[in-house]
Nanobody, 117 residues
């Protein structure tokens, strides 16, 4: 059973920075894909960024150039460095892990990011 523990998040002013981290356990091997999704009030959950164990990345257009995803394959950890935060980045951010290409997704408990002056 894969378990995810998230850290980071909080309240930041527009233009500020935050870093989210997620540690995944339970696999015993480098997970295929790890990443972050977010869900704002009244909106559907959306992809923010993902990264495969081979290093391929995918970003939402709205965060390109501002957010950077990174991971440690040996430790199965993934981080999201967020810069130039905007009020529209306010959401609950969820860590996501897909252990194998055809496996189910696993989700963290979510961490709140609020961008407000």
């Amino acid at each position: 059973q894969v378990q995810l523990v998230e850290s980071g998040g909080g309240l930041v002013q527009p233009g500020g920075s935050l870093r989210l981290s997620c540690a995944a356990s339970g696999g015993g091997f480098s997970f295929y894909a790890m990443g972050w999704y977010r869900q704002a009030p009244g909106k559907e959950r959306e992809l923010v960024a993902t990264m495969t164990s081979g290093g391929s990345t995918s970003y939402a257009d709205s965060v390109k150039g501002r957010f950077t995803i990174s991971r440690d394959n040996a430790k199965n950890t993934v981080s999201l460095q967020m810069h130039s935060l905007k009020p529209e980045d306010t959401a609950v951010y969820y860590c996501n892990v897909k252990p194998l290409p055809l496996a189910r997704n696993y989700w963290g408990q979510g961490t709140q990011v609020t961008v407000s002056s």
